[in-house]
């Protein structure tokens, strides 16, 4: 769980797909978990990346790039799109563009009607969640 936390600050909110999707933990040489990652099936092909956290002592080497390409190769097949939603910081959508992902759409207010108090990155409340996809 703390390593969820990471990803999405709020136990609850968590705890809304955590037993619907499948989860994935990466572990470095001594079985230290480094990345955790959430995906559920959304039905017609869609899968979601509901959680995507790497721990803060392994940030900016890659990992989380390589969640998602592993993530795409063990979907690819079976599954025609993995969409992902996030806040609309400028950090974390440079992520997933970098990793291949386009702009789908946007949820106004996700974070100020779902989370119990305000959710801040770089310096601000988060808002609105930012849908992103990429085809499998």
Aim: hydrophobic content about 35%; aromatic content about 12%.
């Amino acid at each position: 769980m703390p390593l969820l936390l990471v990803g999405d600050e709020q136990e609850s909110m968590i705890d809304r797909y955590l037993e619907r999707g499948e989860m994935y933990v990466m572990q470095d040489m001594s079985e230290t978990p480094v990345a955790v990652a959430v995906v559920t099936d959304e039905g017609d092909g869609v899968l979601e990346l509901k959680n995507i956290a790497v721990d803060p002592r392994f940030q900016g080497k890659g990992y989380g790039r390589e969640m998602i390409e592993y993530l795409c190769r063990n979907y690819r097949g079976r599954f025609r799109v993995l969409t992902a939603g996030t806040g609309d910081s400028m950090k974390t959508m440079s992520f997933y563009r970098n990793c291949g992902f386009t702009w789908s759409h946007t949820v106004e207010d996700f974070f100020v009607k779902n989370y119990d108090y305000p959710i801040i990155e770089e310096g601000r409340a988060l808002k609105d969640m930012v849908y992103f996809k990429r085809n499998l």
